[in-house]
């Protein structure tokens, strides 16, 4: 197995690789602040740090035959801990106020509501609604991905990320919230018995034959005025080596789940699918995250 970097360790390998610009156009006031939402409080993140990591508007998840831009930020906030036995990969503790170990954002889905139903499946019932929908205009869907299941869950090897290796850097249980009108509140795909699970790298993916692999980078290191943190600038980590299931509980009673399925191409098999997480990540110790944090 490989051995993790700590924060530590990833400083001086940036030093090694020449990557340190000027440090001081990172210096700004507050610049803990983004970690926030960091479990402080618990022992483990105590010996080590915290991870911030923001996406850009070049991120995208594709199921099926539905791409969704994923233009407004997605945040993730975790604690982690160097794990002493194998796997040798970092153990993962979720932000104080759980449903902020990654925000809940809702995208837009292009083409809206027909673009992901197929009238031809509905029951009359459903059917009758879906037309008073579309003929209110209240036609717009937008796709929310939220961690399926706990952050422990969460697979982190910072090892493979700085190195760029083809191996999985982040790994995310995922489930996508479908919202609408016309598809109720519980419409989802994927859930936390059956979550969609990515597993993205800073290098190249190995999907199924036929399938073209792509890149991913881990971005431009850069290190605050006082060593205490390291960001990855134009970071991107990719996968699509995963399958995606069907659509659940969506309509009245679960009454639109064959219309969406048959338009939005679900279930998708492996290599079919994409997500590319583009953004910045930051990492810094507990000892000056404490120190300077203003909460």
């Known amino acids: ?37 960091c479990p402080l409080a618990n022992p483990k993140v105590q010996e080590n740090g915290c ?18 831009p994923l233009l407004k930020p997605i945040d993730l906030n975790m604690g982690f801990h160097e794990k002493e036995v194998e796997p040798e990969v970092e153990e993962i503790i979720g932000a104080e106020y759980g449903n902020l170990t990654m925000t809940k954002v809702a995208q837009e889905v292009p083409g809206g509501l027909e673009a992901a ?16 929908i579309v003929e209110s205009g209240k036609t717009k869907v937008t796709a929310t991905v939220e961690l399926a299941g706990s952050p422990s869950a969460i697979y982190l090897d910072e090892a493979a990320f700085l190195s760029e290796e083809n191996v999985e850097a982040l790994g995310l249980p995922t489930q996508v919230k479908l919202s609408n009108p016309f598809l109720g509140n519980a419409c989802y795909v994927g859930s936390t018995t059956n979550p969609i699970i990515v597993h993205t790298t800073a290098g190249t993916t190995s999907p199924p034959e036929g399938i073209e692999p792509i890149k991913g980078r881990r971005g431009e290191i850069k290190v605050n005025n006082e060593g205490t943190i390291i960001h990855f600038i134009g970071a991107r980590l990719v996968d699509n080596t995963f399958p995606v299931p069907g659509v659940s509980n969506c309509g009245k009673s679960g009454g639109a789940d064959a219309a969406i399925d048959a338009k939005s191409g679900l279930p998708s098999p492996a290599g079919h699918n994409t997500v590319a997480l583009e953004g910045e990540l930051s990492q810094a110790g507990a000892g000056p995250i404490d120190e300077h944090l203003t909460r």
């Open 117 to 132: 139903v197929e009238p031809a499946l509905l029951s009359p019932a459903e059917l009758e609604r879906y037309h008073k």
């Open 51 to 68: 991870i911030f990591a923001r996406s850009s508007s070049g991120s995208e998840f594709t199921a099926g035959n539905i791409k969704v």
């Open 1 to 37: 197995m490989r051995h993790l970097r700590t924060l530590g360790l990833c400083l001086v390998a940036a030093f090694a690789l020449g990557l340190i610009g000027a440090a001081s156009a990172l210096a700004k006031p507050n610049e803990y602040q983004k970690f926030e939402e």
